[in-house]
């Protein structure tokens, strides 16, 4: 299994971003993917679903009508649309799989939100 997360970078408060991960190693349409992120000082935190087919999300409050993640099957890929960013939103941010019991993760791509 392998994730690449890509997309991250600076951006001004109010700024937009699209994060992408690529997925290879399984088969990719049939598992929910997520993204996560970790900002420095704090435990990694959940902050969208997405189900095998893009049919159902789900967000954590605080991205709620900010974030959009979406999927393309036949990319082998998971975005995540990041918009009206803040500060708060600086963290790494992750791609995820549970596969088989076992959580596997990305690299990690760097989201910093700042003037």
């Known amino acids: 299994v392998q994730l690449v997360e890509s997309g991250g970078g600076l951006v001004q408060p109010g700024g937009s971003l699209r994060l992408s991960c690529a997925a290879s190693g399984f088969t990719f349409s049939n598992y929910a993917m997520s993204w996560y992120r970790q900002a420095p000082g704090k435990e990694r935190e959940l902050v969208a679903v997405i189900s095998s087919t893009g049919g159902s999300t789900n967000y954590v409050d605080s991205v709620k009508g900010r974030f959009t993640i979406s999927r393309d099957n036949g990319k082998n890929t998971v975005y995540l649309e990041m918009n009206s960013l803040k500060p708060e939103d600086t963290a790494v941010y992750y791609c995820?799989?549970?596969?088989?019991?076992?959580?596997?993760w990305g690299q990690g791509t760097q989201v910093t939100v700042s003037l």
């Open positions: 995820q799989v549970r596969r088989y019991w076992s959580d596997y």
